[in-house]
C-alpha cells in the first residue's frame, strides 16, 4: 500500500488522524509544531521538505489546499491526492461579510470561540495547544487563497471526500475540485466536515492508488 502523508485542518493538528498509520505533520502554530508561518507558498514547501518519499497526501480543509499546492510544486513526491472537506477558494465557499464574522469572533472570543468551531467541523472531542495570534494570521491568508485557475494542472490522481452535510464547505466545493481536477474521483459521507470512521474510511481509498 502506498505511503500516506497527512494534514490537518486549521485549529486542530496532527492528532486528529491519530487511528491512521500515516505520516503527518503539525503545522505552524498548531501542536507541537516548530515551524514558523510566513506565508502559504513557503508553508507548502516548508511541509513538502518533510515528506520523505513519494507519498499519497491526504489533506482535511486547509490541509486539503496545502495538499494542492504541494502537489504542483513537488509532484516528484506524490503519487495522490485524497481532499475531505476542502475548498479551492474560501471566499467562494462563504460569504466575504460571514468570513469577517468569523474572523471577529475568533479575535473576540479566542479560546471559547476556537471550541466552538472545533465541535462544529470534528465529530470527536479534541484538545491540543495552539498559538492563536498566529494561528489567525493564517487563517486570514488562508481564506483569500485562490486555487481555482490551477487545479486543471492537477496530473495525480485524486479522490475528493466530501460530507453531505458539511457546514464548513459547502457541497458545491467539493463539485467544484471535481469539475476541475482532471484524474479526480467524487466520495461523498453521511456526516459533516470529517468523517466519522475515517479509520476505516480512509485505507481503503487508499487501495485504489
Known sequence: MSELFCIHGWGFSSK?????????I???????????????????????MRISKPS???????GGSLAILIALKFPSKVKGLILIGTTPHFLSSWSEKNVRAFLIRLRREGEEFLRYFRKLAYPFAFEDSIN???????????????????????????VIVQG?????????????LYNLIKRSKFITFQ???FPKRYERFIPEILKGF
Request: aromatic residues 10%; charged residues 20%.
Open 132 to 158: 492563536l495570534s498566529v494561528a489567525y494570521r493564517m487563517l486570514e491568508d488562508y481564506v483569500k487563497l485562490d486555487l481555482t485557475k490551477l487545479l486543471p494542472y492537477i496530473t495525480q490522481r485524486t
Open 191 to 193: 456526516g459533516g466536515h
Open 56 to 62: 499519497v497526501l491526504l489533506g482535511w480543509s486547509m
Open 26 to 48: 503539525d503545522l505552524p502554530a498548531h501542536g507541537k509544531s516548530k515551524l514558523t508561518y510566513k506565508n502559504f507558498e513557503s508553508l507548502a514547501c516548508d511541509v513538502a
Open 16 to 24: 486528529v488522524f491519530e487511528n491512521l498509520n500515516c505520516h503527518g
Open 164 to 176: 453531505i452535510d458539511d457546514e464548513i464547505v459547502p457541497f458545491i466545493s467539493g463539485l467544484t
